[in-house]
Nanobody, 122 residues
Framework: QVQLVESGGGVVQAGGSLRLSCVVS????????MGWFRQAPGKEREFVAA????????YFGDSVKGRFAISRDNARSTGYLQMSSLKPEDTAVYYC???????????????WGQGTQVTVSS
């Protein structure tokens, strides 16, 4: 089994920045894509960003392009989501995911973390 644990969420003012981390552990195997998603109250889960194993490809949802960056450190089994120029509409629970189930750009994943809350105040 593979486990993912997010951290770094919190409350930030509009225009601020926050970096989320996702540590992957357990019986990992081979290279794997990683993704970030978010879900706001009353809304469907939304794709945020994805990165392939070698960090040679990244992909972003339209609502975060130019503001968010995704990266990973395979030696530390950790993925990151750097969020800048945050807006109140970015408020959501953010989830990381690993092991894509579909071709690149991956939006469906096998393993998921439990999420971390990000709240952007106006």
């Amino acid at each position: 089994q593979v486990q993912l644990v997010e951290s770094g969420g919190g409350v930030v003012q509009a225009g601020g920045s926050l970096r989320l981390s996702c540590v992957v552990s357990g019986r990992t195997f081979g290279g794997y894509d990683m993704g970030w998603f978010r879900q706001a109250p009353g809304k469907e889960r939304e794709f945020v960003a994805a990165i392939n194993y070698y960090s040679s490809m990244t992909y972003f949802g339209d609502s975060v392009k130019g503001r968010f960056a995704i990266s990973r450190d395979n030696a530390r089994s950790t993925g990151y989501l750097q969020m800048s120029s945050l807006k109140p509409e970015d408020t959501a629970v953010y989830y990381c995911a690993g092991y894509a189930l579909d071709p690149w750009p991956s939006t469906k994943y096998r393993y998921w973390g439990q999420g971390t809350q990000v709240t952007v105040s106006s």
